[in-house]
DNA sequence: AGGGGTTTCGTTAACGCTAACATAATTATA
DNA sequence: TATAATTATGTTAGCGTTAACGAAACCCCT
C-alpha cells in the first residue's frame, strides 16, 4: 500500500475527467449510465478509495465529530458512547474520541487538538470546564452538543438527563420508608448532574417538611474509591444517617463498602441508592435501588441534535431531557 | 467562527512569507528569535488555529489512528480504549473509535471508512473477520496492530494476553480444589482470548490425566446473557458438572445467575471461574474467581507498538505477550 | 431550419498547508 | 579581500479533491 492510487488514475484508465469521476464517486446524476459503470468497474479494479482528507479541504467539511468525555471506562460514559458511535455510523460520520481523565487541563487540550482536526460537530460530556473557559472553547467549533450541563447560549445543542425529578423520587421513596436522616454524597458541581440531583435531594426535602443540613451533604469523586472515602467520612461524622443517597451507582458501591466495613447492615441500618443504573446496581448484594438514566439513548440524541444542527437546521429542541426511571431493589426497598 | 482565519492572514499582519509562519508553528530553528516572537504575537492575537486537514494533504500524516472494537461499552474494550486514548494524547494523536457491535460486515464498514479517513495506522482489538478477509483489509493501511488475534504476516503488530497460562491456571486450581467436572463456556473462536483459553482449558485436563471430552464444551456469546443461557443449557444436558470455567467475567456472572436459578450452590455445589478480572469480578456475591488481564496496559502497548510502527522503525518486538494474573476469590476457593 | 432547453462532460481555480529549492544577508575562512 | 559557509527568509509547485463555470452534443418544439 506505499503509494496510493487516485482518482487521477481512475480518470486515466477509464478515459473520462476528473469531475466525471468525482460525480460518479459522489452519485450526481449528470453522468451517463454507460460511463457510470465503466468508471465503477475501474474503481473496484484499481480498489480505489477516494481520499477523505482532499475532499475535506475542497469541502470545507470532514465527516468527522469529536468526543469528550471524563472517562471512557466509566459504565455511564462507555454506554454514552456506544450510542454516539453508533449513531454515527448510521450517518456516515467518524467519531474522534478523547477521554480527559477527569482532568480540566487535558480536556481543553483535547479541545484544541479536536479543533485543529476540523471536526464538524463537538459533543462535550459533563465538562469540568468554568464557564467562560467553556464558552471560550465553544466559539471555535461550527457547532456543538452539551451533554449533562446546562447552557444558556443559543446555537449550543444540549441533552439532560431529567436527575432533579429522578432524585426527588429517590429520596421521597427514602423518606415514605421511614428514613429521617439521609446523607448525600454529592457529585461533580460543574455537571448538570452534580448540581440537579443535589437540588432534587433538598426540594424532596424540602417538601416533605424536612429541613436540609450542610452536615449532611459530602463532596464525593464520582467513583468507587470516592464514595468509600466518602462515606467513611460522613457516617463517622454523622453517626445517625440511616439512610445513603449517592450521586452515581459506582459511589453507591463504595457506599456498600464502608457500611460493610463499618458494620452497618444495609438496608436494615442504613439504606442506600445510588443512580444511572449501570449493569453492575442489578447485580450487587444487596441490589441497589437506583435511578436508571437511558445512557445509549443520551448519546444517540446528543449525535442526532448535532448532525440536524451541522446540517444547517439549528434552533428548535436544541435541549433535550430525557425522562429516568426509579427502580427500587433491596438496597432500599 | 463562520470564516476561519488562515496561516496567510497570519502571515500578511506580520509581515513575513508563509513559510515563516509555518516554520514558527512547527518549531524548526531557521528562524530569527525577532520574526519568530512577533508571529508568535499574532497568533496568540489572532486566535490562530491551524488546518490540520490541509497540512495532511501536504505533509501526507494525518496524526491519526482508528481504533476499531466490538463493543465499546464491554468493560474489557472500554478499559484498552482507555489505554489507547491516553498514550495516543501523549504523543499527540487523535483516535478514531469505532464499535462494530460485534458485527463483522459492519467491522469491515468502519475499516473502509478508516481508510478513506487516511489514519496513520489501525488498532484492532478481537476481529470478527475471517482470515482472509482480515488479510486484504490491512493491506490497505500504513501500519496496524491487533489486539487479540494471533497474526503470522509481518509488519502487523501484534498484543496478546496470555490467556492459554491463564486458563491452565485456573483449571489446574480448579482440578486441585477437587473438582471434576469441569465445563467450559467458550468464547469468540476467531479471538486469541477464544481460541487460547480452550486450548489451556485442554492442556490443564490432559496434564492432570484427565479426558476432556466435547459434551462439556458449549460455545457461549461473550456477555452475561451469553453465559445464563449456555450455562442454563450445559447443566441441564451435564447435570454432573461441579464447576465452570467460563470465557471471561461477564459470561461467569451469567453463569452465577443460572446456578441461582437452578438451584446449584456456588461454590458448594459448582465452582465458577471467570477471566479478565473486570472491576464487576470483585464485587459479585460470591466474589469472581478469575485472572486479571491488564486491560488499560493492552491498549498502551498496543498504542506504543504502534506508534513505533509509524515512525518507521518496525521489525523487532512485534509481538507483545503481557503476562496474566490468577486471583482466587469465593466462586472457587 | 433555427432558437432554446437538456444531458453529459471538461477546464480552471481554489481549499490551506509544506517540501524543496532559490535567494539574500551575514559571518567565517583562507 | 575574495570566497566559501552559514543563517534567515522567500518562491514555486504540489498534496487530491470539488465548486463553478463552460461547452459540445443531442433533443424538442414551432
Redesign the interface.
Known amino acids: 500500500?506505499s503509494i496510493r492510487t487516485t482518482m487521477a488514475d481512475v480518470a486515466r484508465e477509464s478515459g473520462v475527467s476528473l469531475m466525471t469521476v468525482s460525480r460518479v464517486i459522489n452519485g450526481k446524476v449528470d453522468v451517463s449510465e454507460d460511463t457510470r459503470q465503466r468508471v465503477l468497474e475501474v474503481i473496484d479494479r484499481l480498489?480505489y478509495?477516494?481520499?477523505?482528507?482532499?475532499r475535506?479541504?475542497a469541502t470545507r467539511r470532514?465527516g468527522?465529530i469529536g468526543?469528550v468525555m471524563p472517562?471512557?471506562?466509566n459504565?455511564f460514559f462507555?454506554?454514552v458512547?456506544?450510542g454516539v458511535?453508533?449513531a454515527a455510523?448510521r450517518e456516515?460520520y467518524?467519531?474522534?474520541?478523547?477521554?480527559s481523565?477527569e482532568d480540566s487541563h487535558?480536556e481543553l487540550?483535547?479541545l484544541?487538538?479536536?479543533?485543529?482536526?476540523?471536526i464538524d460537530g463537538l459533543i462535550l460530556c459533563s465538562s469540568r470546564l468554568a464557564d467562560e473557559v467553556l464558552a471560550a472553547a465553544l466559539?471555535?467549533?461550527?457547532s456543538a452538543v452539551l451533554v449533562n450541563r446546562r447552557w444558556r447560549e443559543t446555537g449550543v445543542g444540549t441533552v439532560l438527563a431529567d436527575d432533579e425529578t429522578g432524585a426527588r423520587m429517590l429520596v421521597a421513596h427514602l423518606l415514605h420508608s421511614g428514613r429521617r436522616r439521609i446523607g448525600l454524597l454529592a457529585g461533580p458541581p460543574m455537571s448538570h448532574s452534580g448540581s440537579a440531583r443535589l437540588r432534587g435531594y433538598q426540594r424532596a426535602l424540602a417538601t416533605a417538611g424536612f429541613s436540609c443540613e450542610d452536615a449532611l451533604v459530602q463532596p464525593c469523586a464520582p467513583v468507587?474509591n470516592g464514595g468509600l472515602d466518602a462515606a467513611l467520612t460522613l457516617l463517622a461524622a454523622q453517626p445517625q444517617i440511616d439512610a445513603l443517597f449517592c450521586y452515581n451507582d459506582l459511589v453507591a458501591?463504595g457506599a456498600l463498602q464502608a457500611c460493610a466495613r463499618l458494620g452497618r447492615r444495609v438496608p436494615d441500618d442504613v439504606a442506600v441508592a445510588g443512580f444511572d443504573d449501570i449493569?453492575?446496581a442489578a447485580?450487587?448484594?444487596p441490589a441497589l435501588t437506583t435511578c436508571r438514566v437511558p445512557r445509549?439513548e443520551l448519546g444517540v440524541r446528543a449525535t442526532e441534535v448535532l448532525l440536524t444542527q451541522i446540517d444547517g437546521r439549528p434552533g428548535e429542541c436544541c435541549e433535550v431531557v430525557v425522562p429516568v426511571e426509579m427502580v427500587v431493589r433491596a438496597s432500599a426497598p
Chains 1, 2 share one sequence.
Open positions: 500500500m480498489d478509495r477516494p481520499s477523505g482528507i482532499a475535506s479541504l470532514t468527522t468526543l472517562d471512557v471506562s459504565p462507555s454506554d458512547a456506544r458511535t453508533t455510523y456516515d467518524n467519531v474522534f474520541l478523547c477521554s481523565e487535558r487540550d483535547l484544541h487538538s479536536l479543533e485543529e482536526k476540523r466559539a471555535n467549533f461550527p468507587v458501591v449493569p453492575l447485580l450487587m448484594t445509549y
